[in-house]
């Protein structure tokens, strides 16, 4: 029997072979989302075998220092070619990963410092913490952002690594980030999976769950803290939107699904610490406002689920303040039982 969700093999007109994933079934249609290129695919003469599979992803200590696609498969970013080495080894896993145990989570004390200072010092980011930024077209989510990943660390010798995620961005900052963090020389410390805008929308609903799951692994079978950093989040919920267009489904605020607070939650839920495990994940996401309406249904219902948000402000970006913080709208709600007397450094 055919399954939701169950990963696909189609074989094209020039017998090369796709992937793609079942995304809706009814009792006379199955629809399937189709993976990377749809050339040479013709619903009159494709061959499909299902393969009673979900979609796991491949997972190595070697994927440090690399970049890799919404497959979880290495890519030049130049080129956007798939790379000829494959990843060798044993471990994969599902990318819907298993839900935390709320009774089984640790409540986060420790900090992560960004060396943005009015992070570090304002909005302090705590270990298993989601911290979301909202952002606005045009602001310096990008500088920012690529400053975290190249100047975060954690004040213990515990090993420390940051996952970067990038959703439906163009490759000009595709080949901007990369080169950051080249410059850094903290590159080895790093994981990177693109998302291109050209990709098609289901690999934009995918990368985000690669990415955790990678987290997952070090995190939680290696003993690693893990910083992930997904951006633009706004990218992912417009795939979101327009997959359930495609399956006519009912639209909600702004054309948006009905579940949009639920797959966000699937995703930022994936974030903290659990009790007897030595690792944690903590979450950056990044999204753009549309319009910088605060209250548009992107912000508002990640603010719902995450633990405070920062704040860019537009006005405070064009009188030329970096980092251009609101510092009244932005707030970190786990701060409070990470600093102060026998927390704090001295200095």
């Known amino acids: 029997d055919v399954q939701y969700g169950e990963i696909v093999k189609i074989k094209t007109t020039d017998n090369q072979i796709r992937t793609g994933q079942v995304v809706k079934m009814s009792e006379s249609v199955i629809v399937i989302e189709v993976f990377e290129d749809t050339t040479g695919i013709s619903s009159e003469n494709?061959?499909?075998?299902?393969?009673?599979?979900?979609?796991?992803?491949k997972i190595s200590k070697d994927m440090f220092g690399q970049t890799f696609n919404s497959m979880g498969r290495p890519i030049d970013i130049k080129t956007?070619?798939?790379?000829?080495?494959?990843?060798?080894?044993?471990?994969?896993?599902?990318?819907?990963?298993?839900?935390?145990?709320?009774?089984?989570r640790?409540?986060?004390?420790?900090?992560?410092?960004?060396?943005?200072?009015?992070?570090?010092?304002?909005?302090?980011?705590?270990?298993?913490q989601k911290l979301p930024i909202?952002?606005?077209?045009?602001?310096?989510?990008?500088?920012?952002?690529?400053?975290?990943?190249?100047?975060?660390?954690?004040r213990s010798e515990d090993p420390f690594a940051i996952i970067f995620c990038g959703i439906g961005i163009i490759q000009d900052e595709a080949i901007?980030?990369?080169?950051?963090?080249?410059?850094?020389?903290?590159?080895?410390?790093?994981?990177?999976?693109?998302?291109?805008?050209?990709?098609?929308i289901i690999?934009?609903?995918?990368?985000?769950r690669v990415a955790l799951t990678t987290?997952?692994?070090?995190?939680?079978?290696?003993g690693m803290h893990l910083l992930v950093v997904l951006i633009d989040m706004t990218n992912y919920a417009e795939a979101l939107r327009e997959l359930s267009s495609a399956k006519e489904e009912i639209p909600s605020r702004k054309g948006y699904p009905g579940y949009l607070y639920s797959d966000f939650a699937s995703i930022y839920e994936r974030t903290g610490k659990i009790k007897g495990k030595k690792g944690s994940i903590t979450q950056i996401p990044i999204l753009t406002m549309p319009n910088d309406d605060i209250s548009h249904p992107i912000p508002d219902t990640t603010g719902y689920i995450t633990e405070g948000q920062l704040v860019l402000s537009r006005s405070l970006h064009k009188k030329g303040i970096y980092p251009p913080f609101e510092v009244l709208a932005s707030i970190s709600r786990l701060m409070k039982d990470a600093i102060g007397k026998e927390n704090t450094r001295e200095d």
């Open 106 to 128: 640790e409540y986060p004390v420790d900090v992560i410092q960004t060396g943005i200072s009015v992070i570090d010092g304002l909005f302090t980011l705590i270990r298993g």
């Open 176 to 200: 901007y980030f990369l080169n950051r963090f080249q410059e850094s020389g903290n590159l080895q410390n790093i994981i990177s999976f693109i998302n291109f805008a050209d990709d098609p």
């Open 134 to 154: 909202f952002s606005g077209q045009g602001m310096p989510h990008n500088k920012l952002a690529a400053q975290i990943v190249t100047q975060a660390s954690v």
């Open 80 to 104: 956007k070619a798939i790379s000829e080495s494959e990843i060798l080894t044993d471990v994969q896993r599902d990318i819907n990963g298993i839900p935390i145990n709320p009774f089984a």
């Open 203 to 208: 690999e934009r609903l995918v990368i985000p």
């Open 46 to 57: 494709a061959e499909i075998t299902f393969t009673e599979e979900t979609f796991n992803v």
């Open 215 to 222: 987290a997952e692994y070090f995190a939680f079978e290696k």
